[in-house]
């Protein structure tokens, strides 16, 4: 586990599943994702209990009594074959919590994992083009945007444009003497 700020990052738990699909299902979350209202809580529940490859993580808080909340949820999502060196990034943060600090602490958690535990070279997300603080979080973080989908959303009855972000990194080096040995 991974403390910051009074946010602790975990994987993700079959268990989670009831408190995910709701913070899904809250307005603001959705508005800033590709979420439709009402998402069933088995899909979602399903999907923890596979056991894929997703890295999927959560971040919790505690209230004075210790009951835990979710108050945050990221995965990366790696992809296979010629794109092995690739992974998606998702991101939210329950409507009551944003501003607070808990998308960049999950944000670095994922980039800490691609980076020094996967070597992924290439991470990739989509963004709402409105979702002007979730743009600039991942700008500070070495995002840039690629292109703009036009109309590629529907939301409430309305075609949205979307970001293609993507950050590229060198390959991870060799450490100590084994870099000399390599040729």
Known sequence: MNETNSLTIRAAEPDDAAALTAMTNLPGVRHGTLQLPFGPH???EQRLAAGREDHLLVGVTRDATGAEEIVAHGGLLPR???RAHVGEILLIVHDDHVGRGHGT???RALLDLADHWLGLRRLEL???TDNVAAIRLYERHGFEIEGTKR???LRAGELIDCHIMGRLRAAPRLAGAHASEVR
């Open 80 to 82: 296979q074959r010629r």
């Open 151 to 153: 109309g590629d959303t």
């Open 42 to 44: 088995a899909r979602l």
């Open 126 to 128: 989509e963004v709402n």
């Open 105 to 107: 602490a999950m944000l």
